[in-house]
């Protein structure tokens, strides 16, 4: 049982260590993805600005309004890729800050297209005047500088996630095969153990039949003297039966009485003769234990002895309590 457990914690570690692993390749894959994004949405705004700007120039040059045509759709587009930075880059505040210096870049830059396609309509000279101050050219290139960082950034990132990525790539290589290996290399050993055990338990049942065996012959063998003792004690018994009595009648010595403990009917009988001295009571019930010398009491040792067994065979108890010259007391219980 111990065994199948740590097979399956190992395989549910490693399962799970597995899916962590595919989890951060997710992840990584994601922010690669994102991050070459967020390049080539920077990208296209520098595209886009310089066809705002080659639109200026034509239109500059020639007068003629069909030259703003680049002007008016990467007007229209350049707002939607600005927008599209700004929430690809809102859980990164060094790239945030960059697209947030890169609008502003576009937006200047506009401005100053925006304000020299209004002076050529007045006249080649006007618009000359203002492209003339640099404006157009600073934010021109400002726009550049700042593109090239944020695809520096992102090329940074992506190639970090790359090698972080082939990293946890084998790392879950390794993982897997020891989903595979480890399972096999601990049910190789729960084979063997197994084994080993079953031929264990067949060794303990072979000794365990075996004692049996001998304990079954020792109870025939205590069954048979029990009843040999049993019937050549029935004529002394019968004596000390008779003894007993009139000891009843002459002395009053003896007290026989009963009472209730629990779920058993407890039953004693008590004298005031020599006793014994408790320190000894656990030979009382031994075969062929004796606390007194032949010379001072008759008697063979067996007699409580087979009392014991006998109450023991009907789920029952026996005791006994006494002091040196101040009688004793036997009990024996027996199930309601």
Sequence with gaps: MGGFIITILTISGLGIYSYIGIE???????????SLNIASQAEQVLVKVMHLETGQRGYVITGDSSFLEPYHIATASIIENISSLIKATEGDPVTSAL??????????????????????????????????????KKWMDGV????????????????????????????????????????????IFLFYSINSHLNKHEDAAGRLSRANHEVTQLNKDLEAFTYSVSHDLRAPLRSVDGYANILLEDYGAVEIGSFLRENNVCYYVRDNGVGFNMQYVSKLFGVFQRLHHNNEFEG???????????????????????????????YFSLPR
């Design 144 to 187: 550049r500088d700042v593109v090239r960082r944020i695809q520096a950034l992102e090329s940074t990132t992506y190639g970090s996630e790359v090698v972080s990525s082939g990293q946890r790539l084998d790392i879950f290589r390794y993982a897997f095969a020891g989903v595979l290996v480890i399972p096999a290399v601990i049910i």
């Design 24 to 34: 951060q390749l997710i992840t990584a894959s994601n922010v690669q993805g994102q």
């Design 300 to 330: 063979t040792g067996v007699g409580l002895a087979l009392t014991k067994r006998i109450i023991d065979r009907h789920a029952g108890a026996v005791w006994a309590e006494g002091a040196l010259n101040e009688g004793a007391t036997f």
């Design 99 to 136: 697209v947030e210096e890169l609008k502003i870049m576009v937006q200047r830059k506009t401005g100053v297209i925006f304000e020299i396609i209004h002076a050529r309509r007045k006249s080649f000279e006007d618009a000359q005047v203002v492209v003339m101050n640099g404006e157009g």
